[in-house]
Each structure stands twice: as structure tokens, then as C-alpha cells.
């Protein structure tokens, strides 16, 4: 199994940043791509940002040029940092990954327990 944590949401004033963070932890034998969902109240979970093994990126138009998401492959950890905050971007963040278990199994994607920003206005 996969395990997800992550860290880093709280509250913020509008025009602030925040930084999150997600470690992978388990049997992992590879990881495909990783990434940052989030849902607000009475909406859909929506992709913010991933970022494939490789380190190639993508971004949802409403954070381009706000937000940025990186990872390090050897700590198993994606970042998202986050810049000139809006109150629009208040939500519960979900970490999110696609990996393997097992060299012959295929791969899965798996979520963390989300961490609330708030963007006070």
C-alpha cells in the first residue's frame, strides 16, 4: 500500500503564499506522476497541478503563473507553492499520486486525508 501525507495548509490573508508538502510512504516500486487536487464547499474536486516522473507539469488556468509544483524523487515528495493567494482558492487540498506496488502489478492512484487552506479576504 501507498501512503500519503501531507502538510502545510492553514490560514492566510489574501495576497499571502502557503507551502505544501506530500510524502509517499509504503511498498512503492515506482511512482508515475504526482499531484495536487482540491474541493471546495458544494463543488467537484478539481486538478490544481501534477508533475509526471520526468518533471513535466500541469497547471489548472485558474493558478498559472500563481502556483508551482515540484517533487523530489528520491524523498518520494511533491510540493505546491503557492503565491498571491485569493480567497477563490480556499479549499481542502488532496495529495495525490499514481504508482506500482510491484514491478508486475499495475499501477494505482492514491489520495492523501487533504489539508484545508483558508484565504481570508
Known amino acids: 500500500q501507498v501512503r500519503l501525507v501531507e502538510s502545510g495548509g492553514g490560514l492566510v490573508q489574501a495576497g499571502g503564499s502557503l507551502r505544501l508538502s506530500c510524502v509517499a510512504s509504503?511498498?512503492?516500486?515506482?511512482?508515475?506522476?504526482m499531484g495536487w487536487y482540491r474541493q471546495a464547499p458544494a463543488k467537484q474536486r478539481e486538478l490544481v497541478a501534477a508533475?509526471?516522473?520526468?518533471?513535466?507539469?500541469n497547471y489548472s488556468d485558474s493558478v498559472k503563473g500563481r502556483f508551482a509544483i515540484s517533487r523530489d524523487n528520491v524523498k518520494n515528495t511533491v510540493y505546491l507553492q503557492m503565491n498571491s493567494l485569493i480567497s477563490e482558492d480556499t479549499a481542502v487540498y488532496y495529495c495525490?499520486?499514481?504508482?506500482?506496488?510491484?514491478?508486475?502489478?499495475?499501477?494505482?492512484?492514491?489520495w492523501g486525508q487533504g489539508t484545508q487552506v483558508t484565504v481570508s479576504s
Open positions: 509504503g511498498s512503492i516500486f515506482s511512482i508515475n506522476s
Open positions: 495525490n499520486t499514481n504508482a506500482k506496488v510491484t514491478r508486475w502489478n499495475r499501477s494505482y492512484d492514491y
Open positions: 508533475i509526471t516522473s520526468g518533471g513535466t507539469t
